[in-house]
């Protein structure tokens, strides 16, 4: 199996459910999603907030709340021997999670504080994670830890490795943790919103260098963002995401010249431009529908400028194909595919 890029996949999550139990009833930010990553491949999911963006990430890490359950579909990971698991079946402690956990794949987060603990040193941070994955010993993994450090451009490292988190700028420690991430060699990772914190100029210096990094060890990027400059810069497939499913996916050509799903001409309307006659910038009309109550059919349909009546609203469109690798689903597409 491939990717639809031709490359072999090395993450497939597929018809994924997931639901929250709380006081208020049942949650179900995840509904059904399918969507994979190839080898060194990289993929961007963009969505507003709240259509379970991190929720699918933490499904994957198997890092999600307790109150959270995957309750249908499977996550399913090449691992470097060629085996495969379904990490849906692992439990969540297991040595075999942990080891997929930074060292099959890495997640780095909007605010490198949730990451770090406060209390312990970069540097013991660096090197506990390397003394969990690898057989190196303390004098090795310390060595590592610097190298890394200075690997991802944080002058100094011999001596910062010896501070705490604090005494980073917000830049530094988005280097650190993308450091801490990448130490152990994972071969996927997952950036939830890396630079939404950080202001422009920063921003872009993240960007560069998950980039290089990427190339120099062959990663595949799995990038969650709802910033679509971000995608365009970043990835080369995007998968485009409402209430807890894909309704569009293509290479980033086909989704920012020919978006075809409303939801995804709507995300593109609303990105200001430089250029052009002045105008008021689009929105998309009313609000993400919250979890507990996912409309019927097709989610879009409350928000959808071309909605198409009862067909819309109990039905739920299945993926068509449009091309080589374009995806969209919506029942304006019905007939068209190809
Ligand atoms: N701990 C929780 N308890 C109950 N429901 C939750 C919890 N965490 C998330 N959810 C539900 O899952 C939905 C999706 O959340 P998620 O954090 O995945 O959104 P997101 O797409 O990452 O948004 P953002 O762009 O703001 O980060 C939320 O709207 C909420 O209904
Ligand atoms: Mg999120």
Known sequence: MVTAKGLPWILRVNDLYVEFWTHDGVARPVNGLTLQVGKGQSVGVVGESGCGKSVTALSVLRILPKAARISGGKIELQLRDGSTRDLTQLSTNSNEMR??????????????MTAFSPVHTIGNQLCEAILLHTDCDEKEAKERSVESLRSVGIPEPHVRIDEYPFQFSGGMRQRAMIAMALVCN????????????????????????????????????????HDLGVIAQMVDYVYVMYLGCIVEEGGVDDIFE????????????????????????????????????IPSGCSFH??????QGEVCRSERPAPRRFGESHRVSCVLYEDAAR
């Open 258 to 293: 020919t978006p075809l799903h409303p939801y995804t001409r709507d995300l593109m309307r609303s990105i200001p431009t430089v250029s052009g006659e002045r105008k008021p910038l689009s929105t998309i009309g009313g609000v993400v529908p919250n979890a507990y109550s």
């Open 99 to 112: 080891r997929i956990r930074g060292g099959e794949i890495a997640m780095i987060f909007q605010e490198p």
């Open 186 to 225: 994972p071969r996927i990772l997952i950036a939830d919103e890396p630079t939404t914190a950080l202001d422009v100029t920063v921003q872009a210096q993240v960007l560069q260098l998950i980039k290089q990094m990427q190339s120099q060890i062959g990663l595949a990027l799995y990038l969650i963002t």
């Open 302 to 307: 409350t928000r959808c400028k071309d909605m």
